[in-house]
């Protein structure tokens, strides 16, 4: 028993097969309680000694492909001035990538929206926010001007991304 243990750790290129067949070998039973946090499992070798593994069970909707706690601030903070599309745009300049490593769609922002209880955006004559462009518009200046009053603190404003040099 002792050698095809070896066998298994000694060869991690082996055939998964062949590791799988050892272990149905070398042990008779094993037992799982899921019912607290950490999930505890129990080994009974064939020679009857016995194991026990603590394991870390991953949360309700957590798992290795969730998306960063930043992307999901920043859809939510953009989704009150920008609709999907432009926050897609933003999203892929800033070399944002989704939970799997994908690039940003529509579809992904509005999951990220939904799964979050994020509102769309709402109607431009309800938004909260405006951008430097319409702030500029409403003042009949330059968008030099509102950027000026914006430095002075004259006007106020918060920047939600900045994007990288090009």
Request: proline share 7%; net charge positive; aromatic share 6%.
């Amino acid at each position: 028993m002792g050698q095809l243990a070896c066998d298994v750790r000694d060869r991690p290129h082996s055939p998964t097969t062949r590791k799988e067949r050892i272990l149905r070998t070398v042990l008779q039973e094993v037992i799982a309680d899921t019912d607290d946090p950490p999930s505890v499992r129990k080994l009974h070798w064939s020679e009857g000694s016995r194991t026990e593994l603590t394991v870390r069970k991953n949360r309700t909707g957590y798992h290795n492909h969730i998306n960063s706690e930043e992307v999901t601030e920043l859809i939510r903070e953009l989704a009150f001035v920008w609709e999907d599309a432009p926050i897609v745009s933003i999203l892929n300049r800033l070399g944002y990538r989704s939970g799997n490593g994908n690039t940003w769609t529509e579809k992904r922002v509005q999951h990220v929206r939904h799964t979050n209880g994020f509102p769309a955006c709402p109607p431009p004559d309800r938004r909260l926010w405006i951008t430097m462009q319409q702030a500029a518009a409403a003042l009949g200046v330059s968008e030099m001007v509102v950027s000026r009053l914006m430095a002075q603190k004259s006007l106020p404003a918060k920047q939600w991304y900045s994007l990288p040099p090009r």
